[in-house]
């Protein structure tokens, strides 16, 4: 069955470093995602994108933060200047479309630890 | 904004019994999904409800849904030590993405 990868599955970085994760969605898909979860704590939406452009983004979403997708198949969430506080696993999600009975795919995550 | 909320917060079971875990939101909803975790891993996707319909079923998975009192509950039978995980409920409405709630903690106890 098809599936959303993600890599790295965990990375260490410094205050202050820049941190590129990276995912695979499916590839039929047209619509990416990106959610973050604190320890511990709820899932949280942080952007979607569609047709190469961010179609909706959270407050935690703000200028640290960036997306792209360099290529037809990577999908990616830059955060610059990475915070204690960023410290949470990544998940990056896709689905076919939109709309009534959409279902979103996630991966399985890329743990961040800033120190 | 919308937002699930599950309950219990945690849930402590034996092998075979029953497990209901409730989620309760704000708005309308377009749907309601609920993905399980296990620990330290992905988001599984278990079930969806549509606002249209009041019940489904996947295997040992009932899901319930009460607009009227924006309120699900998924029911897992005769559950297996290998349902240990945590449980959330994600709503979405009309294209807005989706909210998911804090989740339940199952532990099933062999």
């Known amino acids: 069955e098809p599936e959303v990868t993600q890599t790295p599955s965990h990375q260490v970085t410094q205050m202050g470093q820049e941190v590129i994760l990276r995912c695979v969605p499916i590839?039929?898909?047209?619509?990416f995602y990106w959610y973050r979860q604190i320890l511990g704590q709820k899932v949280e939406f942080l952007v979607s994108?569609?047709?190469?452009?961010?179609?909706?983004k959270s407050e935690i979403f703000d200028d640290q933060f960036s997306v792209e997708r360099p290529d037809g198949s990577n999908f990616t969430l830059k955060i610059r200047s990475t915070k204690l506080e960023d410290s949470a696993m990544y998940f990056c999600?896709?689905?076919?479309?939109?709309?009534?009975?959409?279902?979103?795919?996630f991966g399985e995550g890329s743990w961040l630890t800033v120190v | 904004s919308q937002q699930g909320e599950e309950d219990p917060q945690a849930l402590s079971i034996q092998e075979g019994e029953n497990a209901t875990m409730n989620c309760s939101y704000k708005?309308?909803?377009?749907?309601l999904q609920w993905y399980r975790q296990n620990s330290g891993r992905g988001l599984v996707h278990l079930i969806l409800?549509?606002?249209?319909?009041r019940e489904k079923h996947s295997g040992r998975l009932r899901v319930t849904l009460d607009t009227s009192k924006k309120s699900s509950s998924l029911l897992i039978t005769a559950s297996r030590a290998a349902d240990t995980a945590s449980y959330f409920c994600?709503?979405?409405?009309?294209?807005?993405?989706?909210?998911f709630g804090p989740g339940t903690r199952l532990s099933v106890l062999p």
């Open positions: 994108f569609y047709n190469n452009e961010i179609s909706e």
């Open positions: 590839s039929n898909h047209l619509y």
């Open positions: 999600a896709s689905s076919p479309r939109t709309g009534t009975g959409n279902t979103i795919y």
């Open positions: 409800i549509r606002s249209n319909e």
């Open positions: 708005t309308s909803i377009n749907n």
């Open positions: 994600a709503t979405e409405n009309y294209g807005q993405n989706f909210v």
